[in-house]
């Protein structure tokens, strides 16, 4: 059964710090997307790649996340330095690619608490 | 830019009971709608699209219909089950900006037996 798998499930950190959470895509799946799950906004687009290039980050805080897909394989969110307001859940989604149409597969998340 | 608007929860009934839970949408072009459903602990999975006016989306007793007219995606079930208690999120994708999914903030449904 092909799935989303997110690393790490739960992550706990000081202001501060780094973090990063990595993504695996369904294997064949040239979409993917970060977004970022809190009770105030909901579900907020922070980044997404087709065929591996950044098509829009432009719901990312630029100074202190970053997004990149080193290979088909893995897609990375890092924040640097983390602060508290960070806190929330970030779920990684990939697609097979077709267009308007496309059904997005979601992971399970990463809760992420900063103190 | 595209959004989707829908109803604030938590929506709390009764099992049997009738559901609605209203969207609309904004968007240039002509997008697809969806509606998603989230179990807690769980990521996201696709409960039903619609890709243009007047198709009718439908999944596990649940529809909605793509009302082009009044722009809206309304998820309705005739007879809720407690097993149906989750987050429901709308969501429309258009080829703006290259087919990125747009969400709304998301809907709880609590079904009491």
């Known amino acids: 059964d092909a799935r989303v798998t997110q690393t790490p499930r739960h992550k706990v950190t000081e202001m501060g710090q780094e973090v990063t959470m990595r993504c695996q895509p369904i294997?064949?799946?040239?979409?993917v997307f970060w977004y970022r799950q809190t009770m105030m906004q909901g579900l907020e687009l922070l980044a997404y790649?087709?065929?591996?290039?950044?098509?829009?980050d432009s719901g990312m805080p630029k100074d202190r996340f970053s997004a990149e897909m080193p290979d088909a394989t893995l897609a990375t969110l890092k924040i640097q330095p983390s602060e508290p307001r960070d806190s929330a859940v970030y779920f990684c989604?990939?697609?097979?690619?077709?267009?308007?149409?496309?059904?997005?597969?979601f992971g399970s998340g990463t809760q992420l608490s900063v103190l | 830019g595209d959004s989707v608007t829908q109803m604030e929860g938590p929506v709390t009934l009764s099992e049997e009971a009738f559901l609605t839970i209203n969207c609309t949408y904004t968007?240039?072009?002509?997008?697809?709608l969806f509606w998603y459903v989230q179990y807690p602990g769980e990521g996201l999975q696709l409960l039903l699209k619609?890709?243009?006016?007047?198709d009718k989306g439908s999944n596990k007793g649940f529809e909605a219909t793509y009302r082009k007219e009044t722009t809206s995606f309304h998820l309705e079930k005739g007879s809720v089950q407690v097993s149906d208690s989750a987050v429901y999120f709308c969501?429309?994708?258009?080829?703006?900006?290259?087919?990125?999914?747009?969400f709304g903030a998301g809907t709880r449904l609590f079904v009491k037996a």
């Open positions: 989604a990939s697609g097979p690619g077709q267009g308007e149409n496309e059904k997005l597969f």
């Open positions: 294997l064949g799946h040239n979409t």
């Open positions: 790649f087709r065929n591996r290039a950044p098509l829009d």
């Open positions: 968007a240039t072009g002509y997008p697809s």
């Open positions: 619609a890709t243009k006016a007047d």
């Open positions: 969501a429309l994708s258009t080829n703006t900006g290259g087919f990125k999914t747009i």
